[in-house]
């Protein structure tokens, strides 16, 4: 079961277990340097709106009222990361496009081990990219469609889908009270806390390159429910057609990390040494950023395209097990 409440979509599998729910959020974020040197968490900068196709399918891509599910708008070039709450453990896929973001393997609704094509929630607090290499991702980026620049387009050929695909499994309820409940033995959880293009549909391509651990399901295939499962496709509008859409006005343009990093405000580090990481996905490793493919197109990119700051003045430590905060205020 699905539900959308406000900004937030909330997964519920009760038939599971009365504890076996979990939220995923869309956060505005700063897009980071694409310069192939890796950079600190970005902060949040607050939620992406999110809105049900069906409440405007007359106005959007023929192909939405198919596949269904929530919009959200995003200026081109703007970046974003997800958020992961709850406590009880969930396996959720992510892709983009229908290019797993992590494996780089093309989508499928099955659990696959090797090589691992999901998170592991609690576990995995935020994803902020495609998984490229140990420790790095390459940050979700907005493009539109057609272009080529999305992974989608760089690995497939086609510009077919875009958007964000989720598919979410909540582990065997026998499972969670044998192992995992909290206030028994095992492991305790807590809750973890550009200019526009008149082009309506988007996907996500890569940008630069950001300090992130994808960690390994500790807990094996056979603890996941593979019978059950919620599955939701996450358009994106672009935000120069979302008044013309929804009657509403956009967000406001995201600030530059330059923007933010001259009022002194905080990036993130975060890294959790117990736990085991994947390797990186190769198909992923070897796309272009947004940067290179301007660069093989003949065109020179954009210095304020993800802010250009040689360190960032302030670098918070969040440490795993307590409530991770991850924001900014601009």
């Not at 469609?145 to 499994?169: D, F, M, N, P, S």
């Not at 992130?212 to 295939?221: A, K, P, V």
Request: hydrophobic share 35%.
């Amino acid at each position: 079961m699905i539900e959308l409440n406000r900004e937030t979509l909330r997964f519920r599998f009760p038939e599971v277990h009365s504890e076996a729910n979990c939220s995923i959020e869309f956060q505005r974020t700063l897009r980071i340097p694409d310069d192939n040197n890796s950079h600190p968490l970005p902060p949040g900068l607050g939620t992406f709106p999110l809105l049900h196709v069906d409440d405007f399918a007359d106005r959007l891509p023929a192909d939405w009222s198919r596949h269904g599910g929530v919009f959200m708008p995003m200026y081109q070039a703007e970046a974003l990361w997800i958020l992961f709450s709850g406590g009880y453990p969930m396996a959720v896929k992510v892709a983009a496009g229908k290019i797993d973001a992590i494996s780089g393997l093309p989508f499928r609704n099955e659990l696959t081990a090797k090589p691992q094509d999901y998170a592991v929630l609690p576990d995995q607090p935020w994803l902020d990219g495609f998984c490229v290499q140990e420790g790095l991702i390459r940050q979700f980026v907005a493009m539109p469609l057609g272009q080529g620049y999305t992974a989608e387009e760089q690995i497939t050929g086609v510009a077919e889908h875009g958007g964000l695909q989720l598919v979410v499994y909540p582990m065997k309820a026998a499972e969670y009270e044998r192992r995992l409940r909290p206030g028994e033995a095992g492991v305790a959880y807590a809750d973890y806390g550009v200019a526009p293009q008149a082009v309506a549909d988007m996907g996500l391509a890569p940008g630069g390159l950001m300090r992130q651990q994808i960690y390994e399901d500790e807990h094996g295939l056979d603890a996941w429910e593979q019978d059950v499962r919620s599955r939701c496709f996450v358009h994106l509008l672009n935000s120069a057609t979302f008044r013309q859409v929804t009657g509403a006005a956009p967000p406001h343009e995201p600030p530059t990390a330059d923007d933010y990093d001259r009022c002194g405000l905080p990036w993130f580090d975060y890294y959790d040494g117990d736990r085991e990481t994947l390797a990186g996905a190769k198909p992923l490793a070897r796309l272009d950023s947004v940067a290179a493919r301007k660069v093989k197109e003949g065109e020179e990119p954009r210095t304020d395209d993800g802010g250009r700051p040689k360190q960032p003045r302030r670098i918070l430590k969040l440490v795993p097990d307590r409530n991770l905060v991850r924001e900014g205020c601009f």
